[in-house]
């Protein structure tokens, strides 16, 4: 959507107006006499940050953090008092755009697109469905469907997986005969977005958000997240939510009963969709691919041993590259390998093709929610004074509980980026203060504010089930309703435990 918005010929104004009011909240708060401890520059920067929330939200997604760069820019060298930075706005730069995590989720696109490209996300989906156990029963058939669904979101963006398994999941429908509006691909759609979303919950890797809310965590704290102790405690979170949401699936629908087109299933058809076996440029992809992953993964375990094992010097090493540089070395294997005279990756190809929203997005979230932890704006010496008070006595389960009980709620009447943002920049150092473990609470974060069912402008998932043409609006609040409360329950008992046990 262009900055002057037009439709049919005539432009919106509602879209200028919104555009205008988000700009000068963003520029007002700097002529706003500043709150003791909370310095002008820490104003400004408040101002910044709700007027952003309030144009991702309202407006535009993109824009927005070009408008933020500028005016942050005014007061960088201020924030940040050792700059280098002749001038403030190339420190807006080094902390957007050179920030580390907005290379990094860049570098995670590639690596998908080339996973993509090769056709391997389609086989995982086929895989599943064409298993002996999914020929069993219908239900297990839709089981199998769904589950395919879960694994692919686990390491794939999350509208991607929803798209990549909806596209399969639609040429089953019509092998099978269903027509648009039956019951059982209305729920199957319903299901493959929830376990899209549950999926991307469940780990950091590829996954914008998480890393994004974790990387404000890690920023605060002077501690970089650990993705096996994220994993190890998200996990079982994200598959017990998951394992009730089918059971609620099994109990509406009753698919071995109602659902007449899958007792005679053409399982010659659904084979015929299968891809063929891995070809060479498939199996380098994947191999690449997989090796990435252990080396985001391996150091993590290591670290968890212990300073006394004998593999700890590895992790130093490996520490020391960080995961941005194995990274790189994937993306540059790929493009450097050719199968037929092709590149395995060609970057060309990837970078027009690729979705950069991500990218500008954390940009912009990582300059300004970064820079709210700096002493200088009085921001954390803000929070300790007034809100660290209103918690003090609070039981730290009970705490942790509370906040993934109300980024439930919230993340399922707005849009989820700005809650997880706001929780985990203003949590994270009311729990330092607290003299708290910090990790509970933002993983708790992480999880609970992605778990959003209900209405489109929630989480763009539930937009893409609301207009798929087998499904419908209805069918999809109705459900996530009870998803919510699922999620809200499982969270405030579970995630507390589980973080302080693997953190």
Known sequence: ????????????????????????????????????????????LLGEFIGLIYLWSAVDMMWPTFVAMVLFGLDATVIYPNSWQQAGVYEAGQQSFGN??????????????????????????????????????????TFMLILSALVIA???DVAPAELFVLGVAHEMFDVMGFKKGDRWPRYVVVMIAFSAVI????????HTLPILWMSIYASITGNPANIVAYVCAAAPVGAIIWALMMLWMKKVIKVDKDVP???????????????????????????VSILLIACWVVPSIISLLGPNNPLYPLYLAMARLADSSFLFLAIALLAIIKVDGEPLLDLNEAFRKIEWLPVVLLAGIMMVAGAMGEASTGIP????????????????YAM???????????????????????????????CLELGVNPFPLALGVCVAANLAYTIPP??????????????????????????????????AIVIYPLANLFH
Request: charge should be positive; hydrophobic fraction near 55%; proline fraction near 6%.
């Open 261 to 287: 087109q899958l007792e005679n299933v053409d399982w010659a058809k659904i084979d015929a969709m299968r891809p063929g076996p891995m070809d060479k440029r498939e199996k380098i992809v994947v191999t």
């Open 154 to 156: 686990l390491f794939l």
């Open 199 to 206: 999926g991307f919950a469940m780990t950091p890797i590829c």
């Open 381 to 396: 010496a803000w929070i300790s004074t007034y809100i660290v008070p209103l918690v003090a006595g609070m039981n730290p």
């Open 1 to 44: 959507m262009s900055t002057l918005a037009q439709t049919k010929g005539k432009v919106d104004a509602a879209y200028i107006v919104k555009s205008v009011i988000g700009i000068a909240i963003m520029i007002a708060f700097r002529f706003i006499p500043a709150p003791e401890p909370i310095t002008a520059c820490g104003m400004a």
């Open 400 to 430: 942790v509980a509370l906040v993934c009980v109300l980024c439930v709620i919230l993340t399922n009447v707005a849009n989820n980026v700005p809650v997880g943002i706001i929780f985990v920049s203003a949590g994270v150092p009311m």
């Open 458 to 491: 929630a989480y763009v998932p539930i937009g893409i089930a609301y207009a798929d043409p087998y499904c419908n609006g209805k069918t999809v609040f109705k459900n996530g309703c009870y998803m919510a409360v699922v999620s809200m329950i499982i969270c």
């Open 100 to 141: 580390w995590i907005a290379i990094f989720v860049m570098g995670c696109l590639l690596i998908c697109f080339a996973l993509e490209k090769a056709g391997t996300i389609r086989r995982i989906c086929m895989w599943f469905v064409t298993r002996k156990v999914a020929r069993k029963s219908p239900w297990m058939f």
